[in-house]
């Protein structure tokens, strides 16, 4: 995997890494074999517990947010137990994070998944200054005027909160014509929006290219 390194080290490039983590100190242990272009090798440990905590909340009803929820976490490196599914969550939950990953599929005329009504309704009317919040969702593109428009309706309800919205992602590869989550003058969607219907071929570039993302603003 590539590893971006960050801090007063001399590597500061990407590089290829392989190695675990381990949670440490209320931290994370970065133990690395480090490899750079002309093929020399680092064994270095790296203390990140400056690094913003996350949490992902989704809702999903056959299962298909649900996977790309935790295929997110694995790529994070997030615990299993920072993965929420919003129908069996406390809106406060998302007070003991930093960053909110929020994901929903589309159902009907563009509508969010039906577990999510309860929990925004909760999170909306939170004072969530200094948080950010990345967003995500599941669709399919022959719907073709409400492709993945839940993450669009996320995006609205949320905006008065004060969070800050992260990684929001473009839809090349994706063929429709209207979306809540990507206003028509924009050049990305308000985050990343996934076919697993009819693509799901691009799902783990776009995955690898927006959990990127949020790294980076991770150790911001």
Not at 187 to 214: C, F, M
Request: aromatic content about 10%; hydrophobic content about 40%.
């Amino acid at each position: 995997m590539a590893v971006k390194i960050y801090g007063s080290l001399e590597i500061n490039e990407y590089v290829e890494a392989e190695g675990a983590l381990s949670e440490y100190d209320g931290g994370i242990l970065w133990n690395l074999a480090l490899g750079d272009w002309r093929t020399n090798i680092y064994v270095i440990s790296i203390n990140v517990s400056n690094m913003k905590k996350i949490g992902i909340f989704y809702g999903s009803a056959t299962g298909t947010t649900q996977n790309v929820s935790m295929r997110i976490a694995k790529m994070l490196n997030i615990a299993d137990s920072d993965v929420h599914d919003v129908g069996k969550t406390l809106p406060s939950a998302v007070g003991g994070y930093d960053i909110l990953v929020l994901g929903t599929s589309t159902w009907g005329s563009g509508e969010l998944e039906d577990d999510w009504f309860d929990f925004l309704d909760g999170i909306e009317v939170l004072d969530l200054r200094g948080k950010e919040i990345a967003l995500f969702g599941c669709g399919d593109e022959t719907m073709s005027d409400t492709f993945c428009s839940a993450v669009g309706i996320l995006h609205d309800r949320l905006s008065g909160t004060g969070a800050m919205f992260i990684a929001p992602y473009d839809t090349i590869g994706y063929d429709f014509d209207e979306s809540l989550a990507k206003p028509a003058e924009a050049e990305a969607a308000v985050g990343l929006l996934l076919d697993e219907v009819n693509h799901p071929e691009l799902t783990p570039q776009r995955l690898a290219g927006w959990t990127k993302l949020i790294m980076d603003s991770q150790t911001a």
